[in-house]
């Protein structure tokens, strides 16, 4: 199987791939919340084909299910977002909007890694990134936001 | 500017871009139907910066208001599907099921140039092929197939 070009790779992502940043609440974290980035591409079932391709491109990630007839190839370990996939599409340049949320889960990545998300202000910097970031405000953030301001 | 490389157009039309052969009833033409083939890559309005890239990628097509807050580039001028379009897709490869339906594309366009279209019997072959494209029955198209079959 020939390998994908990394530049098709940089195109394909720019149509269909998303950079996410979740923050949850999780009482067995010291803070009471988790923070939680992934990257994903999600397909129609018919292309499942291509997200295996994309696995193999990048050497990790998992294929599941998305929801009802699309699946999803989720990388979601740390070490893999932050040896592979942020150098990745650092060397190959988004070039839609889509290339600031690349930049803002890139901070957020880069925060991760000194320990900024095991601390309440870190916590509150990070969610104040990830609200800049796919096109939307995050009510379930904003409102851990707001419990983290009211707690101290 | 710097330009787009090949490969990440390839890679972004894989997820946005669109080959379609519209069948619709003329009465101007002499067999009462016309064909025409567009490609098209539609945006949110947000990244029409990209699709204006793109024009200037591909040297043609023009950026127009597709339906709410989304723009498309469309390219519909035969000359330039046959002599730039096609064979850039055939330089750099899709990888997804898009390919499918750049290879149908390709069918009609090759068909087109010989004059097919302009002909009952090679409309129905057209129909019969861009049935094959964009996943999905065309009723429209296979409506026009029927009147050209009862029509003789």
């Known amino acids: ?34 923070v939680l980035p992934e ?8 292309d499942i084909q291509i997200l295996y391709k994309l696995k193999s491109f990048f050497g990790c990630g998992s294929v ?25 599409f650092e060397r190959n340049q988004l070039q839609t909007k889509k290339k600031h949320d690349f930049i803002k889960f890139k901070e957020i990545i880069h925060l991760m890694e000194k320990g900024k998300h095991l601390e309440v202000e870190g916590i509150k910097e990070i969610i104040k990134i990830s609200n800049l970031m796919n096109r939307g405000l995050k009510h379930k953030a904003l409102e851990i936001l707001k419990e983290l301001n009211a707690s101290g």
């Open 39 to 46: 990257f994903r591409i999600v397909q129609h079932k018919d």
């Open 64 to 88: 599941r299910k998305n929801h009802d007839d699309r699946y999803e190839l989720r990388i979601r370990k740390f070490e893999t977002l932050y040896q592979k996939i942020v150098p990745f």
């Open 1 to 34: 199987m020939k390998s994908l070009e990394p530049a098709w790779v940089s195109g394909f992502v720019d149509g269909e791939g998303t950079f996410y940043v979740g923050i949850y609440r999780n009482p067995t974290m010291k803070t009471g919340y988790q």
